[in-house]
């Protein structure tokens, strides 16, 4: 085994108290904290668990003629079981690099122990990218000036029964029929934490959890199938720590319901690796953990099969083969994720603000409650691909988030980004009277009328996929943003599947665009907002023609009339240009003040200096649509909100998304409690979209200065790596909506 760290050691950066997600897209993600506790889990669909088990981790027992010492390589647990073991006492090194990450514990008895551990997530390989495995490749060194015998132990508590729900905390209960067996496996050493069935198909958030290690030459693997990780541990730890070798005769038993008070024992497995070390001597152990759970089900009960089980079976009994698969394709795998880090590093650059922080928000593939299904027996007989928009607003494919993520995800894989294209397109022809109440005005609109994009493609608790827009915030039926970014989704999507795809959605761009004609009151060019929060910043009225819904207007006809050329609608084509046209002349005489572009012509917020007003000219370069604005006044605007919203208002920690605020129009915000949203506050999501519009007009000092900061505020100062928020504060501490989608705008980086 090598450690796979990239070429230029600045790529990435130590972080504290966080973790990289383990697991494949669509799998579930469990995240190893920076601590060595495994804290974070996203296994049930549309769900998030916070919890540390403390049977789960590893153990490092070392005899080096004097002493036989061990410590479970995590901090001790508050209170409660296994009170026999002990505990690391100072957190590892650690560093993290999607999907690497590494931990570099503190040596024990002059044994120092490194892991790098991942997941197969890379591009080009989407057979391994939705596998549910991970890795953890040890490097075992005798820093000492004596032999020393060396047992490296790996635990995991039998999780079966714990994410066929939405609880977010540790579960108190132990599910019945839990029970373990011997892995059978010829080349390998291995434990199955199983439940018992009552069918051919295990509910949700049940299978089989495996966890096995690689023998290898001067290496002697051995196994404890069960032990109670509800005791004190004792004969467990006794029997490692005194011998070397797990112990092999402890009782094992099927759990039962137990009494309201009582919860009964949890069964637990471990596997090990010993060793003899001579001086300077280092080792490698892999260890693979794999959890084979083909069943997802959303709230009301629609039961969903993961990706994986087209290849490896629908019965959850897969855990013994994917370990297998895993240990053999360890080498391959991190070979090809080093290669495209260090492709990703030439590409944009190996400082830890542009390639390292790209790499790392790409957690969110596997960690923002992500589903991908199999097509097999699916409602329509497609495969589809969800993320969340964020844990607090639970919607999948947020259209108006998603705008921004999508070119990360297609650039990864193509078919995923245009699945969630397509399904929007779907619902967009479809029609559903349906009534949703207002959240705030307790009026109803109806659920998915023809012609207006869904805001999103459900709720986790509803039946997404099939039931759009759970959103009811606000009433996004009437939102000017959403068809406009639908259609620059199918265009961008339809650059890489295909004329024949592109014209097959078509009728969509069509009805989109047709639809919101209807906004062009005074026949302009320009659709106009109702001066209500009918856009993305949903807290944020807008009132006439708007820099942000009118560029987006602009740039979805330009793409709309190049599809209506190619689909033979030549009318459509010419009416389109010609409109756009109009538009750009109407754009820059109302909404161009001299020094920037406002934020809209006739609102209460219209001089206020606004983050995201040439989204729309941005992406219609960046989609080759030509220009919206011109470079002079482009570039005019985004330097004063670089100084008024970066430098001023946000203090040089990022970009606010409002400042400037007339005082007179305060008070029109909601929130009472807290007027910063969306107007004061940093939100990650738009200010790397904002640094790419620097650089895409040739401002990139001023990109590289407000990427260094988001690097700074995000991985250094305050923990938010690896769970990047919508928001976070100027005065405090505070952030809002971690594992957020729009981050994944980043990869807007050139």
Known sequence: MTRSQPKTPGLFAPIDGTGVPLGGIGTGGITRASDGRFTRWTIKGGGVRHMAEPANGFVLRVDD??????RALQPAPPDGPLGAFEWEVSSPAWAGLFPFAWHDHAALSRIAAECLSFSPVAPGDMMASVLPVALFRWRLTNGGSRPADVTLAFLMANMNGRFGDFGEGPVDRVAAGLENRAMDAADFTGVILDRRRTGDTPPEGDGEWGLAVRPGVGLTTGRTVCFDA??????????????GDLPRDLPEFVTEGGFREVSPGLPAGAVSARMTLAPGESREVDFALAWDLPVITFGQGRRWWRSHTDDWGRDGHGATALCEHALSRADDWQRRIAAWHDATAERLGPEPHRAGMALN??????????VLTSARDSPDGRAHFGLIECHDYALYDTLDLWIYAAEAVALFEPALSAMVSRDFAAHLLARDPTPRLHQWTRETFALNPAGSCPHDLGGPGEDPFVTPNAYTYRDATVWKDLNCDLVLCLWRDGERMGADWRRHHFPAVAAALDHLQRFDRDGDGLIENDGTPDQTFDNIPMSGPSSYCGGLWIAA?????RMAAEAGEAGRAADWSAQAEAARESYAARLFDGTRFRVDTDGPFSDASFIEGLLGPFLARRFGLGDVVSNAHARASLRSVFARNF????RGMGAVSLADIPPTARHLLPHADDRSFQTSEIQPGFNFSFAAQLEEWDLRAEADTLRRALYRELHERRN???????????????????LNMRPLSIWWMT
Request: glycine fraction near 8%; charged fraction near 20%; proline fraction near 3%.
């Open 361 to 370: 928000e790409l957690y969110f593939l596997v960690d923002g409650l992500t």
């Open 65 to 70: 003629g004097t002493i036989a010492t061990a």
């Open 557 to 561: 006809l330009l793409a709309g009339a």
């Open 230 to 243: 509800r005791s004190d541990g004792a004969a467990l730890w006794r029997a490692l720590r005194d011998t």
């Open 647 to 650: 430098e001023i208002a946000g």
């Open 720 to 738: 938010l790596a690896f769970q990047s928020p919508a928001a976070f504060d100027v005065e405090t501490p505070t952030a809002r909506a971690i």
